[in-house]
Every structure is written in structure tokens, then in C-alpha cells.
């Protein structure tokens, strides 16, 4: 297991590596003079400004050296400087990851919570009326745009719940509830392709697992069908479901950086949307960058957590 | 491979499969023939027509310059039809030539191409595809670039697979033994084997490319205005949500349909092309 946990961080490190150089190199794909391109919609450029930000940019020395010291400043935390405010990336997207982070959160939550019940309920009544609605939910469920979700959950609340404070945010740490009522629609929009997705497979890995002999074992020597279910299928039905859960993730931030326009939540998808409109490079590349790493980073996470409570992973 | 006939005769005879490719039909149709199903141009702007609802004049209503909903919806899925084919014929094309050539090389070559898919997976599909757009500007073509770049590693991890295994079997020992040369081994005795796989994954990713091209249009990446793309569509009716519903609620409807008509296609395809699944019941 060591050895394993070993061989997945260095794995790690080299697609960060990767990421970072990809990062990196943006720029540097631009079509035309990026620096020009940054400077395009302001009115007063000089040419000293544009030097200065070359020169500040790093854009003039040789290529490796500018990555090298770019990564090295991105190690120690410095993201650069954002090219409007001229604040310090971190600080920019440090301010804007929590509400982010916070639905990502909360939306694979309900999403769990949600799908065990559907999953369990349509594996046990295979083939029944609940079964059929929960199976036909989960395939409008996995290609239903969530954006549109949160936009019709606005026209609704709109018309009926007016009072709702249903688009911005509130941090948790000034008004809890305040948050959470923010929080309730956008979170609820962008989990339900989750939703759909564990629930479906949690119903085909159960009926597999309900198939299998040491189940059929179990009902043999004359165990009740729930000690059945939650104690023997259930555990090794979950296995499936948490292998998926880092791909899950990667939907639901997709998800979320799109919902964060229709709320009007401050999260890093509305930072990065506001830094391509002007254009604003060094703030893109942090965004990118640092959700990136954390996506990376809770995948690692995810898996060597699935490594570790199924004991018949292989490590090679 | 089960010869058309079969295939087709199987895939009658799932319901769910043939729910999808009707749909999915009906949305390719709707993108190649929409300016002889509507007469109405999608661009057409009326004062006295403004946040009309749904009627026999205007099916699905009017949007707030009086412009036909029906209409924007049947050249909205021009774009998405063409953006999302355009992304995934390049992402299928691309991936499984480095696939291909990572399983024919082996070695180094097969571990620093697969390493850049791997980065390439790290992102979250919407963040590169965002990052793409932010270096090469808005717009259809450059949006269907970005998303064919996202779905390249998914191509190249399954080409890599099945044609490792391939190439290990006997018979492809035999034609290079026999002095066959790379390409006819790959274009003869691989590729018709990784063949259903990549025509599956086809049809599944262009389901889910739908959605990530209405997802940027909708934040303003994809095709510029005055063009109608259905999520810049939906985005813009935001705020006129009140007044006129049936755009931002049939903008999106539309949206889903086409997504659910190829995803549906896809799984049923999968269904009757692995052997290995037939008869499971998801």
C-alpha cells in the first residue's frame, strides 16, 4: 500500500508538471502580441507601458528561464498580478474559491444522499413501476443542461416565492442561513446529473452484486432480506460508486462554474469569465491552474480512499 | 462485426435505442433543412411581434425584438449540430491516431503521448475548454477546436487499449512476419477491431459535446450574436424571463433534446455492439 500511495504521488507531481507547463504556455499560444492583447481595450498605451508589462510579464527573457521562474513563483504562492486591479492572483481567486468549493460541495452531498434511496428502491423493485420512473429520471437526468435547471428554478421562484433570496451570496460565517437559502437552488440544479449518475450505477452494481453466490449464501441460511441488502450487497455495491466519484467531481465543477452566471454568485467561474472578457491573462492562468491542482489533488484523494476500503485493488 | 441488417434488426428491437436515434434524426434534419421548414427568418425583428406566446403564427412565440423562437431554435441547432460534429470527428480522428500509434511504437513514444493525454485529463473538461477559448477568442469554429481538444485523451485511451491487445494475437504476428508493413497491419487487422468501440464513444460524446458547446455559448464563448446558438439563446432571455417564459424554458428544452436523443442513440448502440453487455438491462 505505501509503495502504492508512493507511485500515485509521483504520479501526480508529473501530470501537475504537465498542467503547470500547459498553464504556462498559454500565453505564449496567443495569436499576436499578448501583451498588446492585454493592453487592446485600455485607452493610454504608451510604449513604456507596454515594456513595463513585457518587462513585468517576464516576456522578455528565453522561454525556459521565463518558466522557471514563473513556477518558482507559483510554488511560493505567487500567482503574478492581476493585469485591472493589480491585486495579487491568489488573493483574487482565495476570494472567490469558497462559494465555488462550497457548492461543489454540498451538491455531491445531496447528490449521495439522494442516490442511495433511488439506486436501492429501483434495484430492489426491479422491473416495477418505481424502478421504470427512477431508470427514465436517471437518463433525462445525465443529459439535462444545468444552467437551464437554474434558470427555470429563478422564473419559478420568481413567480411564486418572490420573497426567496434566490440569485447572490452570502458567506456561511455572516448569515448561515442567509448562505444556505443562496446556495439551495443553484446546488440542487447542478447535482442533479449526479444525482442520476450514482443512482444508476449503484442500481446495476446492486442487482449484480444481489446476483452473485455469496448473496445468494447469505438468503440461503435464512438471513432477512434487509440484513441481506444493507449488510452484504450494499457495502460491496458502494465500491462502483466511489470509483466514479472523482469523474462525478469533474462534471460538478464543470457544472458549477456555468451555474455561477445565472445565480450571480462571486465564485472562481464568474472570476475567470469576468478575467477572459478583458482579457486579463495572468488571473485566467491562476484560475485554471489552482482549480486544477484541487481537482487533481481530491481525485489522488478519492482514489487512494477507494484503494484502501476495497482490499482487492491491485497496486501494480 | 454483425453485418447492418442485424444490427438494425436488433436495434428495433430496443425501444429506448430507437427513442434515441429517432430523436437524434429529427435534430440532424432540423439543423440540414431548417431554412425550408420555417419561412420565417430566425433574424427577422418586429416591434409589433415582440414577446408574442406560443401561436399558429408563431409556434413557440416571440422573443424581445419580435424574432420567431421556432425559428432561432431550427438555425440553433445548426450551430450545435455543426460545432458538436465538427468537435468530435476531430477529437475521434486525432485520439485514435495517438492511440494507434502509442500502442504501435511502445515505449517511450507510447509513454510521453499517453503522459500529455493524462494533463490533458487532469482539467476539468469545461475549464480547458474555456482556457482554449481565452487563448484563440469566441466563436463556432474555434469552440468546436476547443471541445475536439478535450475529448482527444478519451479517444486515445480507448484506441490504445483494445489495439495492444490486438496487436499481441497470432495472427498479426503472422502478417509481420509475412512482412506487412505498420500501416496495413493498423489500417487492416486493428483498426476494424477498435472500430465499435470509437463508433459508441461517437455517438456518447456527441450527446455530452452538445452540452458543453450550449454551456459556452450560453457564457458567451461560442458563436457570436447575431448568429442564434441555443445557449446564448437561453442566456439572453434571462432578462426577459417574465415577460416572455417560452424562450428561455423551449431554448433549453431544445437543448436537452438533442443531448438525450444521441445519448440514448449511443447507449443503445452499445447495447448490441459489445457482446459482453448484451442482455443487461441499464
Known amino acids: ?316 | 462485426m454483425a453485418p447492418a441488417r442485424g444490427f438494425f434488426g436488433r436495434l428495433a428491437r430496443n425501444p429506448v435505442g430507437m427513442l434515441g436515434l429517432a430523436l437524434a434524426s429529427l435534430v440532424v434534419l432540423a439543423a440540414v433543412l431548417g431554412p425550408l421548414l420555417t419561412p420565417v427568418s430566425p433574424l427577422a425583428q418586429s416591434v409589433l411581434a415582440r414577446f408574442q406566446g406560443p401561436s399558429w403564427r408563431h409556434l413557440l412565440g416571440t422573443d424581445n425584438f419580435g424574432r420567431d423562437t421556432l425559428a432561432r431554435i431550427l438555425y440553433g441547432y445548426r450551430v450545435s449540430v455543426a460545432v458538436s460534429f465538427g468537435a468530435v470527428a476531430l477529437s475521434a480522428a486525432l485520439g485514435s491516431l495517438v492511440g494507434l500509434v502509442a500502442a504501435y511504437w511502445g515505449g517511450w513514444v507510447d509513454r510521453l503521448l499517453m503522459r500529455v493525454m493524462d494533463v490533458l485529463l487532469a482539467f476539468p473538461i469545461i475549464l480547458l475548454a474555456i482556457a482554449v477559448l481565452a487563448v484563440l477568442g469566441p466563436g463556432g469554429v474555434n469552440t468546436a477546436l476547443a471541445i475536439g481538444i478535450v475529448y482527444t485523451p478519451i479517444f486515445a485511451r480507448l484506441a490504445r487499449g483494445p489495439a495492444l491487445t490486438v496487436l499481441s494475437w497470432d495472427y498479426v504476428s503472422a502478417a509481420r512476419a509475412v512482412g506487412a508493413s505498420g500501416a496495413r497491419i493498423v489500417v487492416r487487422h486493428v483498426l476494424p477491431n477498435i472500430f465499435a468501440p470509437i463508433l459508441v464513444q461517437t455517438t456518447l460524446s456527441l450527446s455530452t459535446a452538445i452540452l458543453v458547446e450550449a454551456s459556452l455559448s450560453f457564457l458567451g464563448l461560442g458563436t457570436q450574436p447575431p448568429t442564434p446558438s441555443l445557449g446564448l439563446m437561453l442566456s439572453q432571455s434571462r432578462d426577459y424571463m417574465l415577460i416572455s417564459p417560452w424562450v428561455s424554458i423551449f431554448s433549453g428544452l431544445a437543448i436537452l433534446l438533442a443531448s438525450l436523443g444521441f445519448n440514448l442513440f449511443g447507449d443503445g448502440m452499445r447495447d448490441l455492439l459489445d457482446p459482453t453487455l448484451r442482455g443487461r438491462d441499464v
Not at chain 1, 7 to 22: C, E, F, T
Not at chain 1, 120 to 147: E, K, Q
Not at chain 1, 236 to 249: D, F, K, R
Open chain 1, 1 to 316: 500500500m505505501i509503495a502504492y500511495v508512493v507511485r500515485r504521488l509521483l504520479d501526480l507531481l508529473v501530470v501537475l508538471l504537465g498542467v503547470s507547463i500547459l498553464v504556462f504556455l498559454m500565453v505564449r499560444f496567443i495569436p499576436g502580441d499578448a501583451v498588446e492583447i492585454m493592453l487592446g481595450a485600455n485607452t493610454d498605451i504608451t510604449p513604456d507601458r507596454v515594456a513595463a508589462l513585457r518587462h513585468g510579464l517576464g516576456l522578455d527573457l528565453p522561454i525556459h528561464v521565463q518558466y522557471w521562474h514563473w513556477l518558482t513563483g507559483v510554488l511560493h504562492g505567487n500567482l503574478g498580478t492581476s493585469i485591472w486591479t493589480g491585486r495579487p492572483v491568489s488573493e483574487e481567486i482565495l476570494a472567490r474559491l469558497p462559494a465555488t468549493l462550497e457548492i461543489t460541495l454540498l451538491a455531491l452531498l445531496l447528490a449521495l444522499a439522494l442516490s442511495f434511496p433511488l439506486g436501492v428502491l429501483a434495484a430492489r423493485a426491479r422491473g416495477s413501476v418505481g424502478d421504470v420512473v427512477v431508470r427514465l429520471l436517471t437518463i433525462v437526468g445525465l443529459t439535462l443542461p444545468t444552467f437551464w435547471v437554474g434558470v427555470l428554478m429563478l422564473l419559478v421562484f420568481s413567480l411564486y416565492l418572490p420573497g426567496w433570496p434566490a440569485i447572490g451570496y452570502v458567506p456561511f460565517t455572516q448569515s448561515p442561513l442567509g448562505n444556505l437559502a443562496r446556495m439551495a437552488l443553484p446546488t440542487v440544479a447542478v447535482s442533479l446529473p449526479i444525482v442520476a449518475g450514482l443512482t444508476r450505477i449503484l442500481r446495476s452494481s446492486l442487482l449484480e452484486v444481489l446476483g452473485s453466490d455469496y448473496v445468494r449464501t447469505a438468503r440461503s441460511k435464512g438471513l432477512n432480506e434487509r440484513l441481506v441488502l444493507y449488510k452484504h450487497a450494499l457495502r460491496n455495491a458502494m465500491i462502483p460508486m466511489i470509483t466514479v466519484i472523482g469523474v462525478q467531481l469533474g462534471y460538478l465543477l464543470s457544472g458549477v462554474v456555468v451555474i455561477e452566471q445565472v445565480f450571480a454568485i462571486p465564485g472562481v467561474g464568474r472570476l475567470i469569465i469576468g478575467a477572459i472578457n478583458q482579457r486579463n491573462y495572468p488571473l485566467i492562468q491562476g484560475v485554471v491552474l489552482v482549480v486544477t491542482a484541487v481537482f487533481v489533488v481530491v481525485n489522488l484523494l478519492v482514489d487512494l480512499a477507494y484503494a484502501w476500503i476495497d482490499p482487492r485493488v491491485e497496486y501494480s
